[in-house]
């Protein structure tokens, strides 16, 4: 009922950019929409954690590095010297690994993408919930220092370590082929079924999070937002609660990072860094906090104007000038009432009533 | 059988002994006060029933099971349910949903079965719903389901805080100074209300500053002074024990004398 229409609203919006791209001739428009529609998944996901159950994580990036770097090294490292080593002779006999020609036509076998993405979403659970067992007992900024360090130790590793290709990261990672005939790749000829692979993942993960804030649960999150002593005395395992949340959250932003890495064939430690954890947060902030649909509209609008290189050379200067400027003037996010209350008030030369 | 009983507890912070060696038990069935005068140690003693802080020695048995040591939830969810005294409501919630967070225990609705919506999960929210809306009638604020709490009159924010706690259909009602801040006429209504609460089953523990309301309603009195219990009897037995008289009593016709 109440997540339906806005739902299917922006089904039908998704249908309508990709018709508009069409008939004004832009449809390379459409790259940069679904890389934006894959950072989407992550930033929702953080905007559970942080406007929903209150805790604040500057590690995401992190998450989406293991999702993105395990896919693209498990598809890319050419097992076929070992290729009579038990373990690998098993793996083929399960199907589990696939063989292709690269540029030069030399011949490559490695880890199919199914199984290498099943590999990377169990190690971003494993990690986060060891991560999260110790962290989320803290608050506030403590809790904002250890997820930065967090992030700060998987921007290094990925850096540091040579089957991760160091400064370079990984290239030429294949296609991911979910269904027949249905692969996510950056191949030019199926841009628009791949918009609409990350559009509908994005459509699937919105409903899936509505749902979850409109039930028990979601009403569990914001009584420890709100009182987290009160809630805990209600009944409610609010550690439990916070883990959970946080887990769902590194899931998606590993899922993020997997989609994105085979979609753009290679991911760089440019994406596990500090600064584009920055970026998910400021997004949240500037999407309301509270606020799914904020941060899914500010997410995109504001991934979409980066990618597209609308920022220059200040592409991060930007995001930091977004982070300080919300925390200052409208700590509730952008897109809220009360702000837009104020701004009308200020209009209209009336005092601000709620100060 | 005593409902809840408490052996030689002691809570100390850093210096100070907030309780001290206090023992009694809570028979099923009752309303039981526990009074003293400011600083005696009445809230901290709330907080070590019902969890918030662990007891640096001693114990605390619910229906026979020790439960000190235990965290709040877990305290809960064996039925013990609290209200506090400056008033805990979640902010942003409107006061049937935070009614409802009361109901959490008595419902099972996980994050894969929230994230699917399933038809069982709906039916259940709509049970919680229900049931939730049906204690705000009782409590006579159905009319303020949707406002949010923490925007209403302090009378009512009580009642909601109340409703929360009854949710979760508690054998054991913890009620911190359920009158405080409010009027003469308030202050009977509440009275009535804890009388009918118990009328029902639930055994209630408040701790109260108001005389007239702890000796009209409740069946047994524990008086803390300093951390220590000094008394415990039935009210009429209170109202005449010269220490009782003496260190709080007192105190106020001392108060009264000055002002």
Redesign the interface.
Known sequence: MRTCLPILLLLATVVLVQQLTQWTGTPFYLTQLTMAGYYSLLIIGLCLVMGYAGQISLGHAGFFAIGGYLSAMLTTRNLLAYQDHQLVALADRLGLLMGRHDFFGNEILALHPWPAALVAITTAIVVSFLIGVPVLKLKGHYLAMATLGFGIIIYRLVLGTPIFGEADGISEVPGFPLLAGLSVSGDFGSRVSNYYIAWGMVIIAML??L??IN??????L??I???E??????????ARYKL?TFI?SAVMAALAGVFLTHYSAGIGPSEAGVMQSVRYVAIVAVGGM?NLWGALIMGVVLNFMSLRGMFGSYDDAVFGAILIAMMLFAPQGLLRLALLARIKNLLTGKKDGAA | MALLEINQLNRRFGGLQAISEVSFAVEPGIIKAVIGPNGAGKTTLFNLI???LPPSSGTIRFRNEVISGL???QI??RGI??T?QNI??????TAL??V???R??Q?R???I?????LPW?RR??AQ?REHCLGLLEMLEIADLAEVEATSLAFGQQRAVELA?ALA?EPQLLLLDEPAAGLNIYETAEVGRLISKINSQGITVLLVEHDMSLVMDISHEIVVLSFGRKIAEDLPLQIQQNPEVIKIYLGEEEKEDAQG
Do not use: W
């Not at chain 1, 002593?229 to 609010?238: E, L, R």
């Not at chain 2, 805990?88 to 919630?93: A, C, E, N, R, S």
């Not at chain 2, 079965?113 to 919506?117: D, F, K, P, T, V």
């Open positions: 899936l999070l749902n979850l039930s028990r649960v979601g009403r569990a914001r009584a937002h709100g009182a002593d009160a809630a805990n005395a209600m009944g409610v395992d609010t959970r769902l509270a | 019902a969890g918030s965290q709040p939830f809960a969810r349910s609290r506090y805990k409501l979640y902010p942003g919630m949903e935070n409802m967070i009361g959490h225990i419902s609705t996980g994050f079965a929230g994230m699917l919506h999960t259940e929210e919680v929360r979760m």
